[in-house]
């Protein structure tokens, strides 16, 4: 199953500091770890995003199309980085979770907080009818 986790941004990474070298060391440990065991069948495509004042947002409301360009308010609110993984389960996708916040615990200390999503994926299997219509 292929899920993928969404890490919210934090207002160290809306001010476009760079990650933290430690930080990025464990993660690379953690994913190697993860990847022997088992418990990680494949990374898809992982990585960070850069602060919102470089990006914008397009919205559709009332049959009209607006953009608005970043920074945008809030940074808990905004995804950060991502990253796209094979697993077994759910049950499996949410440890994967737990375990890359309890890197952050470790290298950054008890004041730091942060936030995970885990969604899952779908691709034309999941959508009767979509494949054949693709001409799959």
């Known amino acids: 199953m292929r899920f993928m986790m969404l ?16 930080l990025m060391a464990a993660i690379g440990r953690l994913t190697e770890e993860q990847m022997t065991s088992g418990l990680l069948v494949g990374m898809i495509d992982s990585g960070g995003l850069l ?15 607006s953009t608005v360009d970043g920074p945008f308010a809030e940074a808990k609110e905004l995804v950060g980085g991502y990253a796209i993984m094979e697993v077994r389960s759910l049950e499996d996708a949410v440890e994967l979770g737990r375990q890359f916040m309890a ?16 969604r899952p994926l779908f691709g034309a299997e999941e959508v009767p009818g979509f494949a054949a219509e693709a001409g799959a």
Not at 11 to 20: C, F, M, R, T, W
Not at 51 to 65: H, I, M, T
């Open 103 to 118: 890197v952050h615990a470790e290298v950054m200390g008890p004041e730091y907080e942060g936030e995970l999503e885990i």
């Open 51 to 65: 602060p919102s004042a470089g990006g914008a947002r397009v919205r559709l409301a009332g049959g009209r199309v």
């Open 7 to 22: 890490v919210k941004a934090t207002v160290d990474s809306e001010a476009g500091l760079p990650p933290n070298p430690e």
